[in-house]
């Protein structure tokens, strides 16, 4: 059984910082763990996400350079550092694990995930 927990989602002014959580539990080892958010009224899109090999996070066009993806292995816990928050961040954010195991590149695709948490709500405000 796989679990995965968002916290850390609020409130916060354009140009403020959040970091959200994604504590993990069951099988992950060997998947990739993806971050998305979604808008109302929009599709999930994708935020960003850390490979199962070399555990190098990798980063949608509209973050990179202002969310980062970190990981605490010992608490089995990925972290997104979003700062720098624009309005257009506004969204319930999600992390996700990958369906397939062991897979070559980079996951993007909300079909290629299988697994993921209940979102925390981010609010930016202008």
């Known amino acids: 059984q796989v679990q995965l927990v968002e916290s850390g989602g609020g409130l916060v002014q354009a140009g403020g910082s959040l970091r959200l959580s994604c504590a993990a539990s069951g099988r992950t080892f060997g998947y990739d763990i993806g971050w998305f958010r979604q808008a109302p009224g929009q599709e999930r899109e994708f935020v960003g996400g850390t490979t199962w090999s070399s555990e190098v996070p990798y980063y949608a066009d509209s973050v990179r350079g202002r969310f980062a993806i970190s990981r605490d292995k010992d608490k089995n816990t990925d972290y997104l550092q979003m700062n720098s928050l624009k309005p257009d961040d506004t969204a319930m954010y999600y992390c996700?694990?990958?369906?397939?195991?062991?897979?070559?590149?980079?996951?993007?695709?909300?079909?290629?995930?299988?697994?993921w948490g209940q979102g925390t709500q981010v609010t930016v405000s202008s």
């Open positions: 996700e694990r990958s369906r397939e195991l062991m897979t070559a590149g980079e996951v993007r695709e909300h079909d290629e995930y299988e697994y």
